[in-house]
Structure formats: structure tokens, C-alpha cells
């Protein structure tokens, strides 16, 4: 794979860092030097460069992407498709996956869940209504940024849905994890697949756990295909029934049973964001021991009468025929045991899921009904003010249905509720848009007055609480204040840049613009001490005036650093040896060093590139596991500073000259690398011509070059 830092694409794009590896392709942070902004550029791997199915795969997420345009989907710039080179230019996003923040915190806080679920239908449906089907939905291709923001990104797979939908079995189905039982099976896909996998991100999010899980892929797959997931509230309790009734309808097995769209299943969501305490008309649970049917005992068939069919004559028998009467009541007796059998158990099942309606006329809504677990856990209420001018306001004048009716669990009861000439029910009104609660409340007979007031919380236009609340009761006649979301924030600011400045000089420029400095803290970095490197929120974003901004300062010391080293070989006529190279006692491996590695004893010198990080490194060079040269090495420096080096010469064998001429002896020791030779006839007087006699040390002994060498001659 190669690294691309350091290096510019078309004359425009730097590569500065990686942030990504997929599958398929490589994710670089990047400066656009043309429109001067940070970008995130993904490239296609070489060695998929030549495959035809990924390169298709690659252009059809720049594709998918290029007719994309939507706040929670990530933007795409530009393209390229060279021979050489391919890759795609888009949106960067300063943010975690949204895999990491389940990871971090473990459950997802329900209005969190489907804060984020909202916006990714959001994405969804945009896409869908541009014919894309993503097929890929899994929190690791959900980008979150620090605002709470979603970002829908990796349309790697996606398909047009008005072409061909069909998942291969060769080609990539998602995440196993998240996949709908028809990608699991191999069919055709469309939106709903996606809304499956939505489901299930909805599932892990509010569990904390995935629906399916086993150490084969395949057994996962199995799962999605015949297994019912636990249900989320046999989990986490605190989770609301409605929710996870919204959560298991997008889970179905059958797509039909699903969502039909993902505008359906917001419109869903957007009740359930109104009352929590929702509790939807469907309902997918099936019985932990449903009614089985039990096949009866199989009889002979009785014969049809010869007028009715025409056969070929038998022969006649001697033996009497058995009586046809009695197995053609046994049969009809035992189909009416199964169907008598059938229809109780269906209608014990049924009965099973049902709950007695108590009488609520005559109780106070208010003080006795709403917000009492023991009703509100079986029942959904809605409720209507009706003038009374003998009860007194809040009592309940009238129930559909009425006291002692068996309904299923879950189901609406209307209440109308008794108010008079001084109090009326302040009611739904919240979830309603200002001109129809503004229209409700006048037709109660109160007056209105509508503030609009920023709640990063609430959909704009959309009322989100009500004086005096929601439950109380007011004077007729009397002023009822809405309270209508607006998207503006009169207190909201520009937050200003402040990278690349000291922390004093950051400190100054937040204060002025109405910020604070909230939380420091210090990073490895090139850049100079006390720097500002990186600030949240960033210099893009707006925040309330008087928000603490945190800042991230450099601390002056690298986070890695790289250095060479040189390193002699031995030097011996054919010899060969296991080079090692250890940093702090480790053996040392990087992209452009491998270790052990065959070297030869060549006498050359070597450079090795070490790269690390922190200021007190050893390093140790061996061959054989012979140590031929220690030393330290800080990485705090530019490049990393090598200090205390140890060079230590290698043992070599020392060759055989007995029996040549001195000339010969000397040429076949230096080859080796033996140049300390000392040359004497038998008594002692140096000589330089002569038949070497004898040697020392002797042949084959291993010694360090350096060693001396004596050679006798004779005449």
C-alpha cells in the first residue's frame, strides 16, 4: 500500500495525514491549496486498481454521492478516475463514528437515540428519493460530530434501486450484523433494507448490545434470518414502550411488515417525540409458545363410489372388506378435536394479551390518572374538555371504551373531561405548530400569546411548552402563553480560529469575541511550544456567548520522529548472516524496515531508518546474534538526535594459506577482511616472499578482523 503523505494530487490536493484504512481504500486529511480548506480525500488501494468489480464499486459511491445534496449526508467535491489513480474528494468531518460513541457510552440515552435516528432518516430519505439505496447502514458509517450532528458517509455498495438491486453472493452485502434477511439471502433489495439496518443501529444504540451475535459470520446470517431478537426492554427497562415498538417494527423479518418508507417511519418517530408515553396500534411480539397445529393421525382414504370414478375392474377377494363407515368418523371426529383445539388456543392467545378497562368516570385526570404507571403502563389516553357545570374541572364525565371492556395492552382510551366556567384543561398542546395550538387554545376559550424562543432541541415552528403547563388548569378567559422554536439563537456567536496561536494570544481572541477558555490540555506535536494545535468548538462553528471553548497546546515534543543509522558489514568472501535490528529491546518492524533479513558479508555500509517516539531510546544491531552496534536515540528531535554509538567488529573464519606464496596468503586474507598480517621465516626474521608453513590462528578459527595474523614461510 503506499503512503500518499507528503504528496500532491493534481498540483492541489496535500496530503498531510491518514485517517482512515477501509477495505478497499485509504482516507487521507488533506489541504485543497485551491479553495483553501481541509478536505478528506479517499483514494482506491493499488493492488485493487486492477479489479474490475472494485473499481466499479469505487466509481459508483462517487456516483451515488455526486447527486447527494443533504446536511446529514457527507458532500463530495471532486473525483478523479485516472489509470494510475483513483480517488474521491470530500466533506472532512471533525467527529467519532457513531460505533465509538456506543462503544463509549455503553447505552444511548433514548432521546439521544432518536435525536440521531432522526437525522439519518433524514439522509435516508433524500437518498432514496434520488433512487440510492444505500445497503451498508451500520454506526461505523455514521459520522457524529460534536454538535450532535449525523453524517451518513460509505456508499461504497449503494446501488440505484431502478437498476439492478440484487445483492450477489460474490459482491459486498453490508455488515453481516446489520443486513436485512433479503441481502442475507441474496434477493433484491430496495429501501426497506435500509430501514432494517436502521433498526438495528436503533437496537444496538439503546441496548448497548447487538440483536445478533455469534463468532461466525455465517451463524449471524442464519440468525437474521430466522432468529426474533430479544425484545429491547428485557434489556434496558428504562427504555419507552413506543420506542422500542418503533425499533421492532423496522426489525421485521418480512419487508412488507416493515416501514414502507423512511418518511413513514419518521412520521412515527415525530409522534413519539410529542408523547413519550405513546403506545402504537401494531404490534409485531409473537408468543413465546404459540399455539401449535397438530396434525391428525392420517386415515385410509374411503373409496369414491363407482359411478363417480371410472376405474379398471379388481380382482375379486375372498377375504370380507373392512368396514368403510367407521374410519370416515374417526377422521371427521379427529378433524373437529384439531379445530375445536385450534380455536381455543387462538382465542386463549388473544385473550391473553388483553386487560380490563377500570372505570375512570368520576376520577380526577390530573391527580389520579395521568402520570399513574398502573394505567398509563396498559393504556393510551386522549382527551377532550367537555363543560360541566356540576363536576367539578378535571373529572372524568365519560370513557370509550367503557369499564370492564377486554382491549389489548396498549391501546387508546378517550376521556372527556369535565371544566366549567372558571378553569378549562390546558391540553396537547404541545407538539402542535403554532397556528393549530394558537387555534385549539382560542377555541378553549383562552387568550394566546406566542413567544418564539430558541431550543436546540426542538423542530422549529413546533410548540415545546406551554404557561402554565400542559395538565394544569386555567382561567377561562385567561392568557395562555406558547413557547414556538426558532432555529436562531439571538445569544449565538461566530467561535474565532485560534489555531496556530499561543495560548495567550488564543486566550485574548476568545475573550474578546464573548468566549471563555475552558479546558487545556497539552499534546505531542512539531509545532512550537504552547501553540494552539486543535480547539473545541472549532473556528467553523457558533456557540452561545459565554461558552467555555477547550483547547488542545502543543508541547513542543514530536509525537514521531525518524532517523538513519549506519551500520558496516562484516566483510568475508562469501559469507552470509541474520541481521536483527531492536529498539528498546523490541524487534524493530515499519513499513520500510523489515527485520531479521539475510545480509551478505559484503565489507559495505548499510543505512537503516528507526522511527519513534520520546526522548531515552537504546538501539542494538545484530548479526547472528552477535552485537555489532549499540546507541541511543531521542525522538523529541528534528530529525531524532543518535548519541553514544558502539561499533563492535564480527567474528569471520579465518581461510586457509598454508602452502601458497605470500603474495596468494595475503590476497585471500585480505578478502576476508584480515589486513593485520604478520610474516616471518622459522627464526623469527620478517620475510616477504617465501611458501607459508604454518598460521595463526589456525584455519576456520573465528576471530574479529582485526586480529593479528602470523604467517611462516620457508624457502
Not at 428 to 451: Q, W
Not at 644 to 662: H, I, L
Request: proline residues 4%; negative net charge; glycine residues 8%.
Amino acid at each position: 500500500m503506499e503512503n500518499y503523505c507528503g504528496k500532491r494530487l493534481d498540483g492541489r490536493y496535500e496530503i498531510r495525514e491518514i485517517i482512515g484504512v477501509g477495505g478497499m481504500a485509504v482516507v487521507y486529511k488533506a489541504y485543497d491549496n485551491i479553495d483553501d480548506r481541509i478536505v478528506a480525500i479517499k483514494i482506491l488501494k493499488e493492488e485493487f486498481l486492477a479489479n474490475e468489480e472494485f473499481r466499479r464499486r469505487f466509481k459508483n459511491e462517487a456516483k451515488a454521492i455526486a447527486v447527494l445534496s443533504h446536511p446529514n449526508i457527507v458532500k463530495v467535491y471532486d473525483v478523479s478516475f485516472g489509470d494510475r489513480l483513483q480517488y474521491i474528494v470530500m466533506e472532512y468531518i471533525e467527529g467519532i463514528t457513531l460505533k465509538e460513541y456506543i462503544e463509549q457510552q455503553k447505552t444511548v440515552n433514548w432521546k439521544e437515540a432518536v435525536h440521531f435516528v432522526n437525522q439519518i432518516l433524514k439522509a435516508l430519505q433524500h437518498a432514496h428519493d434520488k433512487g440510492i439505496v444505500h445497503r451498508d447502514i451500520k454506526p461505523q458509517n455514521i459520522m457524529l460530530l460534536q454538535d450532535g450532528t449525523i453524517k451518513v458517509s460509505d456508499f461504497g455498495i449503494a446501488r440505484f434501486s431502478r437498476g439492478d438491486t440484487r445483492t450477489m453472493t460474490e459482491s459486498a452485502i453490508g455488515s453481516v450484523h446489520y443486513i436485512s434477511p433479503e441481502q442475507a439471502r441474496g434477493e433484491i433489495t430496495d429501501d426497506k433494507a435500509d430501514l432494517y439496518s436502521v433498526g438495528v443501529v436503533m437496537y444496538e444504540m439503546l441496548t448497548g448490545q447487538l440483536p445478533f451475535q455469534s463468532d461466525s459470520a455465517v451463524s449471524v446470517a442464519i440468525m437474521q434470518l430466522q432468529q426474533e431478537a430479544k425484545r429491547p426492554r428485557e434489556i434496558n427497562p428504562d427504555i419507552p414502550l413506543g420506542l422500542e415498538q418503533i425499533t421492532l417494527r423496522a426489525m421485521q423479518k418480512n419487508a412488507r411488515d416493515r416501514y414502507q418508507s423512511a418518511s413513514e417511519m419518521l412520521l412515527d418517530l415525530d409522534e413519539f417525540r410529542k408523547n413519550p408515553s405513546i403506545k402504537f396500534d401494531y404490534n409485531y411480539f409473537v408468543d413465546s409458545d404459540p399455539t401449535r397445529f397438530v396434525e391428525p393421525k392420517r386415515v385410509p382414504p374411503a373409496k369414491a363410489p363407482a359411478n363417480a370414478v371410472k376405474t379398471e375392474p379388481e380382482e375379486e377377494t375372498e377375504e370380507k372388506e373392512p368396514s368403510k363407515t367407521m374410519p370416515i368418523l374417526f377422521g371427521v371426529i379427529a378433524g373437529l378435536v384439531v379445530i375445536i383445539a385450534i380455536f381455543v388456543g387462538v382465542f386463549l392467545g388473544r385473550n391473553a394479551k388483553k386487560v380490563e378497562v377500570p372505570n375512570f368516570v368520576g376520577m380526577n385526570y390530573n391527580d389520579e390518572i395521568s402520570g399513574n404507571a398502573l394505567y398509563t403502563e396498559n393504556f393510551v389516553f386522549e382527551t377532550e374538555s367537555v363543560y360541566s357545570s356540576d363536576a367539578e374541572p378535571g373529572v372524568v364525565l365519560k370513557q370509550n371504551p367503557d369499564a370492564k371492556t377486554k382491549i389489548r395492552k396498549g391501546k387508546t382510551i378517550k376521556l372527556e373531561i369535565a371544566y366549567n366556567d372558571d378553569s378549562v384543561l390546558v391540553s396537547g398542546i404541545v407538539g402542535l405548530s403554532a397556528e393549530e395550538a394558537e387555534a385549539k387554545l382560542k377555541k378553549s376559550g383562552f387568550d394566546v400569546k406566542i413567544i418564539l424562543q430558541y431550543d436546540k432541541n426542538a423542530k422549529e415552528g413546533i410548540v415545546f411548552d406551554t404557561y402554565p403547563a400542559e395538565g394544569a388548569y386555567g382561567e377561562k378567559g385567561s392568557l395562555v402563553t406558547i413557547y414556538v422554536a426558532t432555529n436562531e439563537n439571538p445569544d449565538a456567536a461566530a467561535v474565532p480560529n485560534v489555531v496556530g496561536y499561543s495560548q495567550d494570544i488564543a486566550k485574548k481572541l476568545l475573550e474578546s469575541a464573548g468566549f471563555k477558555v475552558g479546558n487545556v490540555t497539552e499534546s505531542n506535536s512539531d509545532k512550537p511550544k504552547g501553540m494552539v494545535i486543535s480547539q473545541s468548538p472549532n473556528g467553523t462553528e457558533t456557540a452561545e456567548k459565554g461558552a467555555s471553548v477547550a483547547l488542545v497546546v502543543s508541547n513542543g515534543v514530536p509525537e514521531a520522529t525518524s532517523t538513519t543509522i549506519s551500520v558496516k558489514l562484516p566483510k568475508s568472501s562469501g559469507g552470509s548472516g541474520t541481521l536483527k535490528v531492536f529498539l528498546n529491546s523490541t524487534l524493530y518492524n515499519s513499513d520500510s524496515e523489515q527485520f531479521p533479513r539475510e545480509v551478505s558479508f559484503s565489507g559495505e555500509t548499510i543505512t537503516i531508518t528507526l522511527k519513534g517516539s520520546g526522548a531515552n531510546n537504546t538501539y542494538q544491531v545484530l548479526i547472528d546474534d552477535y552485537e555489532i552496534q549499540s546507541g541511543k536515540i531521542d525522538f523529541t528531535k528534528t530529525p531524532a538526535a543518535v548519541t553514544d554509538v558502539q561499533n563492535k567488529e564480527f567474528p569471520v573464519s579465518v581461510p586457509n594459506v598454508t602452502g601458497q606464496s605470500v603474495s596468494e596468503a595475503k590476497d585471500k586474507l585480505n578478502a576476508s577482511g584480515f589486513t593485520n598480517i604478520t610474516i616471518t621465516d622459522e627464526s623469527g626474521k620478517n620475510v616477504s616472499s617465501g611458501t607459508v608453513k604454518e598460521q595463526t590462528p589456525g584455519q576456520n578459527e573465528k576471530v574479529v578482523p582485526s586480529t593479528e595474523i602470523k604467517l611462516i614461510v620457508g624457502s
